[in-house]
């Protein structure tokens, strides 16, 4: 049975259950210019390729047009985000123990995210904690988004472990190409924002529908 060294992660929908933060956030934002709301299964949908596709998704489709206006968008809503980010989020069930049993095997653990860089921090020191991730990437201007595997090999890099031995995880295609991309072993997870069909299509390696069966499937050491 072939052995992981490292382990990278999405946060939203695979580590923390952010959504209810990104629904406050996301309707906000556009009760402050009189639109009409989205509902919780359409950010839902939305969500996975940084906060401006989340901009466009959710804005009339005449106002997402306008690249100057989802610029002013956007800054209003990472404003609401930072003051909501840490209002509702939890980590998933099981997590915290998957975690920490991959932390007693010193298992180096990152995260590379679509989310804000500063929101990927914030919950990774005050929810995810006292887990210590040696790697947090989020969403910074000028640097590419997943499936740009660039970000995720950056912490395969800094670990000094080669990417074959890496298993990146994630609940969306958008991250099941990442990993493809960075050639990762790709597993998707079933509790996060998409359906097991999305993963599936997507090519995921590995599908697992709890934390509890990642060590039954996959060998870290």
């Not at 890496?166 to 079933?190: E, R, S």
């Not at 299509?201 to 529908?209: F, L």
Request: glycine content about 6%; overall charge negative; some cysteine.
């Amino acid at each position: 049975m072939k052995t992981y060294k490292a382990a990278i992660f999405d946060m939203d929908g695979t580590l923390a259950d952010t959504l209810a933060d990104l629904h406050d956030s996301v309707n906000e934002m556009l009760a402050h210019y009189n639109f009409p709301p989205r509902t919780i299964d359409e950010v839902r949908q939305f969500v996975g390729n940084g906060a401006r596709k989340l901009m466009i998704r959710s804005l009339p489709a005449d106002k997402a047009a306008d690249e100057k206006f989802v610029d002013e968008a956007l800054a209003y809503y990472d404003g609401c985000y930072a003051r909501h980010c840490l209002n509702k989020v939890k980590p998933y069930d099981g997590i915290p123990e998957f975690l920490a049993a991959l932390e007693a095997k010193k298992i180096p653990l990152g995260i590379c995210t679509n989310k804000q860089h500063f929101a990927a921090i914030d919950i990774t020191e005050k929810i995810l904690a006292p887990i210590k991730f040696s790697y947090v990437s989020g969403d910074k201007p000028g640097q590419p988004r997943k499936p740009n595997p660039a970000r995720a090999l950056a912490g395969a890099e800094l670990f000094g472990v080669a990417a074959e031995d890496v298993a990146y995880f994630g609940d969306t295609a958008v991250d099941i190409q990442t990993a493809l991309n960075a050639g990762f072993l790709a597993v998707g997870v079933t509790w996060g924002f998409r359906p097991r069909s999305e993963l599936v299509e997507s090519g995921a390696q590995i599908i697992v529908d709890s934390p509890q069966e990642i060590l039954d499937l996959i060998n870290f050491a």
